[in-house]
């Protein structure tokens, strides 16, 4: 069996810097056409000039004949200014505000006071049609770590969303039906949300079964099958407010397998795969070409790519590490042969030949 759909992209990456940029890149060059690059590096990319310097390293580390596009971000802060939000939009190279709430995610960096200092940004990136990109946590230690996303909806988005009904939002890898009743409850075209592989396909049992497993640990955190079950009915519904966003983030094997484990799930070699299983599983495969090529540059207000890729179904083994000098990146589903990774990407793309050749 095989599906061609359009080329899609992904609108939530991590590509982290130095050698782990280097042995990451290839993977989404080969599955998606663009990336919106997250900007949480050390120090976050806090300004245009920045995202300049950053952009090129992407390029210089791509392979020779790709035609991967990096999309770039900045890192909002409580030092953000509105020059630097013009400068941004007049770059054509920064695409969306990352807003970390200080302390998500290991977010020293993030905002404390989005409706204080912040609020004039938000305001000119109306004006310039900016998206303000969403990680939807309270990062307050007193709120259970499974209601972070939840309570974030209800004392910082809906607010926001009230007060600035023309910002246009993405609420990024939304983990719970929370999030799901929140977003169609909005505007269409204004405020929108990205879907990981990881929480259409994992729960939070997977954190457990068979002992601790880190390699299944990100955040937002998984949560209970409902919540799954919710993103799995929104994703495959046809709706335009959700697009693929892998949230792929890279860790070295022996800083997820230690005794304070980061957070982040490499998928990017598997979440295409992945995608086309729940979308077949949900019998809404005629939907995942929407999901996963159309919805995100709509958004975005961007050309749809004018490239195919040819999915085939046939078994296929994750490996149970990827080497590289620096150490090991331990991929998704590492080392397992099972029924929802059958799709595979078999590398043909077409450009416009209209002809498959093989990549």
Not at 243 to 248: A, E, H, I, P, V
């Amino acid at each position: 069996m095989e599906l061609t759909i359009t080329q899609p992209d992904d609108w939530h990456l991590h590509l982290r810097d130095g050698d782990l940029l280097q042995a990451v890149i290839p993977d989404s060059a080969k599955h998606f056409g663009r990336a919106i690059v997250m900007p949480n590096l050390k120090p976050p990319i806090t300004t245009t000039a920045a995202a300049v310097v950053y952009r090129d390293s992407i390029l210089k580390a791509l392979p020779a004949d790709s035609h991967f596009t990096p999309l770039m971000t900045l890192y909002l802060t409580d030092m953000t200014n509105r020059e630097e939000i013009k400068v941004a939009k007049k770059s054509g190279v920064v695409y969306g505000v990352k807003l970390y709430p200080a302390g998500a995610t290991n977010s020293q960096d993030g905002v404390t006071d989005l409706f204080g200092s912040c609020f004039p940004v938000l305001q000119e990136m109306v004006e310039q049609n900016i998206p303000l990109l969403v990680h939807g946590e309270v990062a307050d230690p007193n709120v259970d770590i499974f209601d972070r996303e939840k309570v974030f909806i209800e004392t910082i988005l809906q607010p926001l969303v009230q007060r600035l009904p023309s910002l246009k939002v993405v609420m990024e890898h939304i983990t719970t039906k929370d999030a799901v009743s929140f977003v169609n409850s909005c505007r269409e075209g204004f405020v929108a949300a990205t879907v990981t592989p990881q929480h259409l396909i994992l729960n939070r049992n997977s954190l457990f079964q068979g002992g601790l497993q880190p390699h299944n640990y990100c955040l937002p955190v998984l949560k209970r099958d409902i919540h799954r079950q919710a993103i799995v009915s929104a994703v495959t519904s046809g709706s335009k407010r959700y697009f693929l966003g892998t949230d792929s983030a890279p860790h070295e094997k022996r800083k997820k397998e230690c005794r304070c484990g980061c957070a982040g799930i490499y998928n990017s070699p598997v979440a295409l795969s992945i995608y086309a299983k729940v979308f077949e599983e949900a019998g809404a495969l005629d939907e995942l070409e929407a999901f996963a090529s159309f919805n995100g540059p709509d958004f975005y207000g961007l050309p749809r790519n004018k490239s195919k890729i040819k999915l085939r179904k046939s078994p296929w083994k994750v490996p149970e590490s990827l080497s590289f000098p620096f150490g090991d990146i331990v991929p998704m589903f590492a080392g397992e042969l099972k029924s929802h990774i059958l799709w595979f990407l078999s590398y043909c793309i077409r450009h416009d030949t209209g002809n498959f050749s093989d990549k």
